[in-house]
């Protein structure tokens, strides 16, 4: 939407998920175990090559990239990862989307009930807001001529594409593209073989509708919440369905 940033946008411009992600080699190694549950090879495990993808590129050290591998698929007695996933509600309607990867349940839904309490959000029950997204893979391209990309994409297998931020660099811009979940290697790989480089690819759950956030204070506080739970060891990724206008945005950075 021209003149609005989605919680995706905005934590990409902000580099919150890199940021967070290379700080906290806990959540990569907790991500990479439970993708390795399917398999330890990520040439046949397509979720464990997505996880360690991004943990390489955030400068995880291979030997810890190798350790999680091991726990995760049972090479070693380090102990049982699983995915949990979190619904809830922040300030303004917002509905969020928290995926955890965790050896404690009972450490970490505590952690997350927390940070939505303290921000103005409440947590659901599991299907309270699931409705409100799909599942897609997304991948983000770096696109000098932007009809060009999005000629190529629709070519490689995309269901749709979106212009992303404009870059600092030169003028290059993105290009968001959206593909059927099963389809994200397929289309990343063909996008490759026509010499894009993706700077992200990855499952994501993308939002029908969205709800846009007019008010500063609540902008602030939904900002805060989904600060918050980034910053959580076990939480891998989240998603939410609201748009905060650029006029609040540059109130908040201000």
């Keep these: 939407m021209s003149g609005h940033s989605k919680w995706a946008s905005i934590k990409h411009q902000k580099g919150i998920k890199d940021a967070r992600r290379g700080a906290s080699f806990t959540k990569f190694a907790n991500l990479i ?12 495990n397509f979720k464990l090559r997505l996880a360690v993808d991004l943990a390489r ?80 893979g997304v991948i983000v391209i770096p696109a000098a001529d932007l009809e060009a990309a999005t000629m190529d994409a ?38 490759a073989a026509k010499n894009y480089q993706p700077e992200k690819a990855e499952l994501s759950f993308e939002p029908g509708t969205t709800v846009e956030i007019t008010d500063e204070a609540a902008a602030r506080k939904l900002v805060r919440l989904m600060d918050a739970l980034d910053e959580l060891d076990d939480v891998t990724n989240t998603y939410a369905n609201f748009d905060i206008s650029a006029a609040v945005m540059e109130q908040l950075a201000g």
Aim: aromatic share 6%.
């Design 154 to 191: 629709i070519e490689a297998g995309a269901e749709d594409v979106e212009e992303g931020r404009r870059s600092a660099e030169a003028g290059e811009g993105q290009l968001i593209v959206y593909t059927k979940p099963t389809e994200l290697d397929a289309v990343r790989k063909a996008l």
């Design 57 to 136: 590129k955030s400068g995880v050290p291979n030997a810890n990239i190798e350790r999680a591998i091991k726990r995760g698929s049972g090479q070693d007695d380090a102990g049982t990862f699983e995915e949990i996933t979190y619904e809830g509600y922040g300030p303004g309607g917002a509905a969020i989307i928290v995926e955890t990867a965790t050896d404690n349940r009972n450490r970490t839904a505590p952690e997350v009930r927390s940070a939505f309490s303290k921000h103005g959000g409440s947590l659901g029950t599991p299907g309270s807001v699931a409705y409100q997204f799909s599942q897609r």
């Design 33 to 44: 175990s439970v993708a390795a549950r399917a398999g330890a090879d990520p040439d046949s």
